[in-house]
């Protein structure tokens, strides 16, 4: 019997690439499953799911603009409407499952399946949980969480602690670190960082890093530097003149490389950040970004920090702190060792699977 699935979500990589990371699980364990994603018109999952292999549908939705209130005039009928499309696409696909992995897709989706009797999942990333999935969890089979204490936001007896799914091209790369500096064109004799502000750039990294351009290739240090679309040309003009020692993307589609490439990962804290970082066991120096809700990018890297897995700078310290730190780390091999081998011991590198088997349970 083929089985069907919907999985909606989506607006950052951090809630598109668990999603693709349990499609490929659910392939897996069943080939001939049919899989549809729901996304938002005009966010990033509309470029990197057809990318990763699968279809995805759009909705016309989107959050509730806090800057401009009058924004939102249309956020009612945009509401409406999506769940009008939400219907007609389960009509259409009859999915036997639905999983929400967050962001603005997930909760027409989902309300819609919860209201038609198709069982829902859903996998939450963070150690906090936002409105929509508190009230979607209430009638959701079965939750998935990375965090412990998540009872404060669901109904105990749904949890089941699966950690974040990674995608397995990072957990079970072959790519070797020579293969992998080349890819870059870089050298297999200088040590190289790899800086990365999430899947959208971090402003504060990007302006930490470009005064220190100079020094970083005067000490024949190398650097792979993820800095997102908008900082993309300033980054691009600023590295011109040291292009042996940086490389600049504004997005990097094979990470599996880029982690095996690096001594030292400098990183925004997001969940799947975190929980990649765990699988690939690097040395890593936290910058969290410090609006994101409850600030929970401090919880998710201080968790690391108290267990000596990683280094943290704050957000508003970066400027002054970025060179010192990274310099010195790079220079402090014991340290580096001590990282890798305290952050390796926090991954998990089947959660993809084990999340894959939850959805076939459910159905
Ligand atoms: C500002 C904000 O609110 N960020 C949230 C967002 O982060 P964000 O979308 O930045 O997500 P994460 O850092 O958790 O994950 C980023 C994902 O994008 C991928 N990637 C990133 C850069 C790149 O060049 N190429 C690439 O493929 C990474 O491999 C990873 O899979 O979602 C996370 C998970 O819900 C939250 O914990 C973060 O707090």
């Given at each position: 019997m083929q089985r069907k699935v919907i999985i909606a979500g989506g607006g950052t990589g951090g809630h598109i690439f668990p999603a693709i990371a349990i499609a490929n699980a659910l392939k897996k364990l069943t080939p001939n499953i049919d899989i549809l994603f729901v996304g938002a018109t005009g966010k990033m999952e509309m470029e990197k799911v057809p990318q990763a292999g699968y279809p995805i549908e759009g909705l016309e939705i989107a959050g509730f603009n806090r800057s401009n209130i009058?924004?939102?005039?249309l956020l009612p009928f945009k509401i409406w409407k999506s769940l009008r499309r939400a219907k007609a696409i389960l009509q259409s696909f009859q999915p036997d499952a639905v999983v929400g992995v967050g962001g603005y897709a997930s909760f027409p989706m989902l309300n819609s399946a919860q209201k038609n009797g198709i069982p829902t999942l859903i996998q939450e990333q963070n150690s906090f949980a936002g409105k929509t999935n508190k009230i979607l969890g209430k009638k959701a089979k079965k939750i998935c969480v990375a965090?412990?204490?998540m009872d404060k936001f669901f109904?105990?007896?749904?949890?089941?602690?699966?950690?974040n799914p990674v995608r397995s091209n990072i957990s079970q790369s072959a790519v070797t670190k020579e293969d992998a500096l080349q890819h870059f064109g870089l050298r297999t004799d200088r040590q190289t960082i790899f800086a990365v502000g999430g899947s959208l750039g971090a402003k504060s990294i990007n302006e930490g890093l470009q005064p220190l351009l100079k020094t970083i290739a005067d000490k024949n240090i190398q650097l792979i530097w993820q800095t997102g679309k908008l900082y993309y040309e300033t980054a691009k003009a600023a590295a011109a003149p040291y292009e042996s020692h940086i490389k600049v993307y504004d997005?990097?589609?094979?990470m599996d490389f880029a982690y095996k490439a690096a001594d030292v990962v400098l990183s925004r804290a997001g969940a799947l950040a975190i929980a990649e970082l765990c699988v690939v066991k690097k040395p890593v120096v936290f910058v969290p970004y410090p609006f994101a809700a409850e600030d929970h990018q401090t919880s998710n890297a201080m968790n690391l920090v108290n267990k000596h897995a990683g280094l943290i700078i704050k957000d508003d310290e970066v400027k002054a702190q970025l060179g010192n730190v990274l310099l010195s780390l790079l220079q402090n091999r014991a340290l580096m060792e001590q990282l890798e081998s305290n952050i390796g011991?926090?991954?998990?590198?089947?959660a993809d699977m084990v999340i894959a088997n939850q959805v076939l349970e459910i159905i």
């Open positions: 009058f924004k939102n005039i965090y412990d204490g109904p105990a007896d749904k949890l089941v602690f699966t950690g997005f990097i589609n094979v011991k926090l991954g998990n590198p089947n």
